[in-house]
């Protein structure tokens, strides 16, 4: 099971950070992909880190988040910086064992999300 927090009420420009835990199993040679959902809009792919650290970014996020991941405390996190109000969304982690890519099919575990709001 993966559950994802930290989300909030933050001021455009300010920062976040997002925390995916997973129970039950252990991520270390998990995938970890985040998508995030904004009202009126599909799911979209924000970032993934590879189960030994490797990273790719949405275009619309690089520069500013930043993918990582604590295999010890089977634990990964989304560090959100310059948050900008078209950033507002409920973010969703997910992980597979097989699949490391930008592709939501492409993820079995999915945690319930955690709401975003940048005010502007």
């Known amino acids: 099971q993966l559950q994802a927090s930290g989300g909030g009420l933050v001021q455009a420009g300010g920062s976040l950070r997002l925390a995916c835990a997973a129970s039950?199993?252990?991520?270390?040679?998990?995938?970890i992909g985040w998508f995030r959902r904004s009202p009126g809009k599909e799911r979209e792919f924000v970032a993934h880190?590879?189960?030994?650290?490797?990273?790719i970014y949405a275009d619309s996020v690089r520069g500013r988040f930043t993918a990582s991941r604590n295999n010890a405390g089977n634990t990964a996190y989304l560090q959100m910086d310059s948050l900008k109000p078209e950033d507002t969304a409920v973010y969703y982690c997910?992980?597979?064992?097989?699949?490391?890519?930008?592709?939501?099919?492409?993820?079995?575990?999915w945690g319930r999300g955690t709401l975003v709001t940048v005010s502007s």
């Open positions: 997910a992980a597979s064992d097989y699949y490391s890519g930008t592709s939501a099919a492409g993820y079995d575990y």
């Open positions: 039950g199993f252990s991520l270390d040679y998990y995938a």
């Open positions: 880190v590879a189960w030994g650290g490797q990273t």
